[in-house]
């Protein structure tokens, strides 16, 4: 009994994965919300979409998702490629602008 | 037949009052001559129908009406009545009318607004007549209102004085007083009988019907309507008004405050007679009999001819209630006529030496002296006998000396109350009544003596003074004769012989007999019993009163200012009128004032507050005060919106601009969606 | 599979023409430098795709593999959003803001259209990796878009806070999609709705899911408490692009959230419409959902009142209506789609009216300021009685549209018995009046000064201000066939 | 449809005339200020004509009130009809207009009140083409609301005023008219609100079954929602005497209240009033209060008698308080224009007492009571507005003496006075007696001390005369003319129904007899 | 203990580990890298998922392109060493009590749910379904996300570039 627990343990299954997975979450969502650099933050993104990757990869190894799991995965990376590119880009823009890409120094607008 | 005539009786003053309102003033003499000639027609058929009336239909009672309004199953019938009660009172008011009509042409002739003096009162004897030919409680109500604003607009015809203007106004919101008490009155009736008709009533209480079904209500009822009367005939605690209303020019007194108006109040009474409980009565008999006693005891201080008149007035009328309380009920309306004549002429005579003093102060450009103050005239017999000799009538009769018109009425008013008191032991009420026939001779003869008698106050001035003209003196004339007793009973000491005591019968209660007054043959035998000794005394107390009058003004004996300073407080007070003015203008006048204020800041502060609420507190608050200030100025002022706008502004301080800041929001806000609702 | 695809081609024609016109305009905007020639090829692309609409006609059919449907439901918003598009174009076109970027003018139709093909995908996915892909393709266009005036700092500061604050968004969404895919074991929404069915997931799993997919909907439809990012972002964009998101990219999220909701969640043995979300176990779905909608009232209007800026001022106020539009989402009856629907037909013109005054004011007289605003009436009589119109719709207050859309939704919440919900969105009504109405006031009851002299507006102006006036007052007035287009357009694929 | 021009019925021409004028203003030029005042001018005249003719042709046995039958000059065709689609249900909404004794004076009050609006707006200088076609849109909307039959329809027009009166307080009006007229529009906003929910929860209970197809449609129409009959299984409003239907008759009441305005909500009134140039004070006293009474009786009384009854004594006793409080208020002021507003508030009051009697006499009086109390505000407000027009100021304390300098006004203002103060042989009195008779009938001690309000008015009346038209005149005030040819033109029709009604009101209360009976009647028989 | 386990347990916590340098660290460069191997161990995990191209995917995409891009973005935000290397922080607190909820609450969610585990040894060659897959079902999508691309692109050109003549430079609000 105690070595199938040991064992189960032991053995990766969709758990260890989903776990990492959400470990990873919530080192994402610590770097988006208190990194002042908007670099950081896009990085922390970079995080939250790998999580939710290895979560689709996790289920098409595991459950009936199957290879759907992987294509998803797959239109996941483009978009954060896509994303990433866009939000650079921006950030670019904003440091001609602002002189800083600290988050917290961006806010002309508010109230 | 006569109700056409009653009804032309009543409108030709109203069509008087619109042609002299309209076009008053581009009519030859500024249509004075319509204004009279008019009341001169009606008093002519007013006579008749008297005539005719008492002589060949004296127990008939002629009615017509007309549906007013309708509505739902309810209609409203307006219409009139003639009884002997109306046409003795048509009389009256016609008369006088037309006297004081024919008194104002010389009185009133340089006056700016003579036309519109006319046309005023064209108006209120119009109203006045509405009032005495009513059939019905509706009908009186109305009436009883315009007499009052006819009344407030002559009292108030020199409005350039603030006096006259405060006069009128007082008139007019005492009266409201009185009137609110009748109107009540009146609803509680409608609501239990669904009419307003006299008749109507009085069938239904016969019938055994009460108002809400209590005898209490009944009593009630008639209390309230008695408030009315209390209003217009000036009885304590409403007396205050009547007084004051001598500003207005003084035939106005003579007709409105002596002789008609304020003897509505009378007539009210007496009309609703019938229905008035035992309680009621009594009521009615102890505040006519206050109202006596009190302005008795202001009029013996006072130095103001008019004012002197006006409480006598006072007295007067308390004596015409006190006797319908007691149930002496044709006494006391016998009084209201006998009054009306020789108070109508103590008033006249006033104002013709007032038109003397104020002609001869004019003359001699003198502005300060005051024409109606009595220490300033004297000796005035000589300068103008007619004057004089038809006052000296007046006040006779008012004092209650056998072979005068007062005294019929007077004996039969005391032998009344004497009775009454035998009959229930409320003995009070004979002895104020006896009492007040004491001081009434005592000031009148104190007025008397002070204006026509002794030594002229100024004797330059008093060379110069001189007798009216005649269309002043002729009413004078008339009046002094209808002060005699044969007018009205050719038994000098006994009245009911006349022909005035038969026809005019106290009618029958209708209330149930639980609350019934004395019935009519009980009290009848009472009085018999004690008219003797009633008689006498009177006589006795009057020329007492006479006495000491010409002890102290004529010949000196007594010493007025020593017997003031005995008297102590008792003369302050009767000098300062009892200080009613000064208690009812702290008290209620002040009141409601203070109410006023109160509910006004309430509603601006508090009421308009509530909503506006928060504005001063956000102002206070606001980190931004500049914004809140701005925009309370720019109207965003309202509470709500304050507060609104105070928690948008906290909200908007949630949106710091630092979007990692938004971040955290968001997740915690998904967290405590998912915490608050799992 | 060929046939499948060649099947579905047929159904998708408007895409087609669109994506073509986005090619086209790329290609036109190298050999042209005439500055209105995409907008042009723009708006002839949309007529085009409107035809395209109008001669597919109606259909109830999935195509793709199940990816998107084409229905009358997605058809409604289709036209709501081609309307929407072709009004933004005219807007641009005239717009002196974007005049001073003609260089990038191509690259700003184009990102448009990219914006609209997002969510013409986006009122037809069935499936949560289309839904996704759709959802981004719309957001990416509307990142560079708001930061299209690149000049002006509001406009990049904008952009950036709309890229940072819709990635994390958009991720942990996409982490809420994920698990909901793991739990149901396929992305397809009809499969889900089977799964669910048959009871997969636990509740918790599930609600975190749904949670977390609420955080993506709530930011595109600028929901409390997911709406920080709409203030800023629609004070800093172009004012053409406020428009635009206030309009069209929140008609198509809140598309997609109905058809996700209703189409995954609903019992369909209780039938549709039946006002409960019977696969939802755990949390009341509902009353989260009210909850939402009546803090979006509250904190829209309530913040709208302080605000000086009329574009945040629109801001604040679009986030209330989303309110108002979610609280119809959340009372799940038929009758609350409906009116949801109807909602948007009005929306769209009033709105879009106030922001195309917004944009006249703020080109001729370069006014943004609220306070600014004074004596605007008397300058400018016509636009300022349309401004006006559309202020007075917004509010609610009739014969304008906006009443009518007001009433639709109150009577589908009263007629489900929400009451508490309904007091709550006609107490934020009666707030909404007092920041509407002071931009009126400020407008006409202060006069001008002597120097300012009246401004003629071109012709331009006035017709597009009539287009979008007409139906203000028209749906004020007369509403029936709104009202049965609508109805029967509210006809899902499997519902 | 007794009576059409071009196919319309007159109650359309009733309403929609204004409309008309308001196009033709439209396309007049700005700079002819004339021709857009005759254009107003003609277009209440006309309006005034066809009241006439409603007045001469109007059938005085029908009753009205639940009755489509007994409406006259009915006109009902389909307006918004949504068949059978799906969710939704079938959508009726009707273009209902009818009149009945309710209704008829308030359309003849309206017309008069419009038309006399016009003539003092005369001298208005400022963009006159916006104030007039502002105005001719007010005047649509309060007329539509008194011939309005369908809810919707009701609504719309009653929500229709806002705007206008908004600017027209807003633009046109005193130092303070912005604060005064966001106020206005705030008060009268809350209670369409919450009109509105009622009103869609009064449509989601009631259905009534089609004669024609045998459904059962969901309607707007006031009359069917009278119907207990009609009240579907399970709704909100269903049943007798629920929680619900309090809320709703509350909600509805306080709709109303605001608008009458009875304390606590009448706050907006005196504000409203002091800022609002003279005409506007003239419509918005003389119409647009009597909304309110006219919205109790129309909607919350019959669709809600058995709330009616449950809350009766509630709402004479805000009467009360209306009619006392307004009256010392109205003494407080010294502020002429205020004055008037807190009478009004009082006289209001009276209404609110009379018809809360719930029978005939105090019904009639209360209706009567809203007809004089329109057409005695109307001559006070005209009379403050001569007055600022010369002097402005409206402050009690700086007038003096006018009788002397002006004696035809005084003439006219003091009879509106005296009106106002409840004389005999005036307007006022018949009214006040009979809501006062009805409802010491139901209410003995509230009416008893309600009556004192009346000692309370003579006072301030009584001090407001003397302060302005008697006594001395001051030098300032020497050289005021008396009034023009024009302005005795507006106040001569008023003055002469002030005084014919004060003598004879049987033709006024002819119109409203049975109809009130009727009303009555159905609301003390829970609507059986 | 089978090799797979070790594995998985070696590249979580090289993944993990990585992340978290990433996150804590105060130098933007160091987090660069830091997440570049964080994503080489996300990679190395799918393998172990048998998802071999999608782990080419990764290291293709995610460390040849979108770290590359990222490194760029470092470095031409920061000229120079200073101090804006060091890249600070900002809502310490909530930012870990969220986190950590966050990591609790998925945790405790995805150890008590009971997944359908279908367990798909069979699944070894990934490539050609795959492809088949983006041809058949997937082939919207497919399409879709090029044109997101492009469109990514496009924006990214308009937003990073300079506008080209100066008079619209000048045109500042």
Redo the contacts between chains.
Sequence with gaps: MNLQILLSI???????????S?????????????????????????????????????????????????????????????????????????????NT????K?????? | MFTQASLFILLLPLLGFLILILFGKRLPRQGDWLGTGFLGITLLLSLWLLIVKISSHSTEVFSSGFTWALIGDYSFTLGIMIDNLTVVMLVVVTLVSTLVHLFSIAYMKDDVRYSRYYAYLGLFSFSMLGIVLTSNLLLMYIFWELVGISSYLLIGHWYEKKSASDAANKAFIVNRIGDFGMFIGIMILFASFATFSFEGIFGALEAGELPFGSTGWLTAAGILIFCGAVGKSAQFPLHVWLPDAMEGPTPVSALIHAATMVAAGVYLVARVFPMLTADALLLIAYIGAITALIAATIAITQNDIKKVLAYSTVSQLGYMIMALGVGAWTAGFMHLVTHAAFKAGLFLGAGSVIYAMHTMLHKRHDHTTDAQDIRNMGGLRSKMPYTYVTFLIFTLAISGIPLTSGFLSKDEILAGTLAFSTLNGHWILPMIAFLVAGLTAFYMFRLLILTFHGKPADETGHQQIEESPFVMTLPLMILAALSLFFFYSFNPIGASSGWFWQALERPLSVVPEIVQPAAYPIFYQAVSSVHTLAMVLSVVIALTGIAIAVLMYHRKKLDPAAAAQKAGFLYTGSLNKWYFDEFYSKVFVGGVMAITRILRWFDEKVVDGIVNATAPIARGISRGSGWVDHNIVDGLVNATAAGASQAGGLL??I??????TY??YI?FGMLLLGIFFI | MVEQALFSLGYFLPEIILVVTLCVIIAADLFTTRRDVPGYLLLTGLVTAAAALVWQGVSNEAIFFNMIAVDPFALFFKILLLVTTGFVVLFSLQSAELKAYKSRSGEYYMLLTGMLLGMFLMVGSTHL?MM??AL?LTS?SS??LA?FT?NN??S??????Y??YG??SS??M??G???L??AA???DIFLINEALQAGAGTPLLLNIAILMILVGFGFKIAVVPFHFWA??VY??APVTITAYLSVASKMAAFVLLIRFFTLSFTDPGAGFGSGTWELLPGINWNLLGGGMAAMAMIVGNLTAL??DNIK?MLAYSSIAHAGYLLMGVVILTGQGLVSVLIYFVIYLFMNLGAFYVVMLFSDKFGVLSIENYKGLGHRAPFEGMAMTLFLVSLTGIPPTGGFVAKLYIFGAAISAGWIWLVVIAGVTTIISLFYYVRVVRNMFLFTPEESADKVIFGMGSKIILLLLIIPVLLLGIYFSPLIEWAATSLNMLGM | MEFEIFGFGILTWIVFIPILGLIVLLLLPDKNSNAIRWTAAIATGIQLILAGIIFALFDRTKTGINDAESFQFVEQFSWITVDAVPWVGRIEINYFLGLDGLSVLMVILTSLIGFIGVISSWNIEKMVKGYFALYLLLVTGMMGVFVALDFFLFFIFWEVMLLPMYFLIGIWGGPRREYAAIKFFLYTFVGGILMLLTMLALYFSVAYTDPATGQSVHTFNILHMMNPANYVEGGLLSGVDTTWRYVAWMALFINFAIKIPLFPFHTWLPDAHVEAPTPISVILAGVLLKLGTYGLLRINFPIFPDATVYFIYFMAALGMISIIYGAFCAMAQDDFKKLIAYSSISHMGIVVLGIAALNTQGMVGGVLQMFNHGIITAVLFLAVGVLYDRTHTRGLYDFGGIANQMPKYTGIAMIGMFAALGLPGLNGFVSELFSFLGAFEAYRWITIVSVTGIIITAAYILWTVQRVFLGKTPDKLSTLEDLTPREILSFLPLIILIILLGIYPGPAIELMNSSLSHLVEFVNTGGR | ??L??IL??LF?AV??GA??V??FSRN?VH??FA?MF??IG?AA??V????D??AA??LL??VG??LV??L???M??NQGHNTGFR??????L???L???T??AV??YA??TAD??????EG?TE?VH??GM??MG??LL?FIS?GV??L???I??????T?LSDRSENSSEI
Excluded at chain 1, 101 to 104: A, K, P
Excluded at chain 3, 156 to 161: D, Q, R, Y
Excluded at chain 5, 155 to 160: E, K, P, R, V
């Design positions: 032991a053995e990766p299954g969709l758990n260890h994965f989903l776990i990492v959400a470990l990873l979450f919530s080192l994402g969502v610590m770097a988006v919300l208190s990194k002042r650099n908007v670099i950081m933050v896009l990085m922390g993104v970079e995080l939250i979409l790998n999580s939710a990757n290895i979560n689709l990869i996790a289920f098409s190894r595991f459950t009936a998702l199957s290879l759907e799991g992987q294509m998803m995965g797959l239109f996941v990376v483009i978009l954060a490629a896509a994303e990433a590119a866009v939000a650079l880009a921006i950030v670019l823009n904003i440091y001609n602008r602002f890409i600290n988050l917290d961006i806010s002309t607008m508010k109230g | 908007s301080r949106q710091s601009g630092k979007v990692q971040l955290v997740l | 990796l996704f892909l981004e990416i990142y560079v930061g690149k700092l509001k990049s500061e904008a952009s950036v806070k890229i940072i990635a994390v991720g942990i996409l982490y999609i994920t698990l895919i793991g074991g396929t992305a203030p800023d004070e800093g302080r605000q945040r | 203990m089978e797979t386990t998985f347990y979580s993944t993990l992340a978290a990433m996150v933007i987090s660069a997440l964080s994503l996300v995990l799918y172990l998922l048998h998802a191209f999608m995917t990764q995409v995610y392109g979108i891009l990222i760029f973005g470092v031409l935000t890249a600070g922080s900002v809502n310490l909530p930012a870990t969220l986190s950590v966050a990591a998925l945790i995805f150890v997944w359908a585990i279908t367990d798909a699944l990934t379904p795959l897959m983006l079902d997937y999508p996300a997101l691309l469109i990514a692109i924006g990214a050109i308009l937003i990073s300079k």
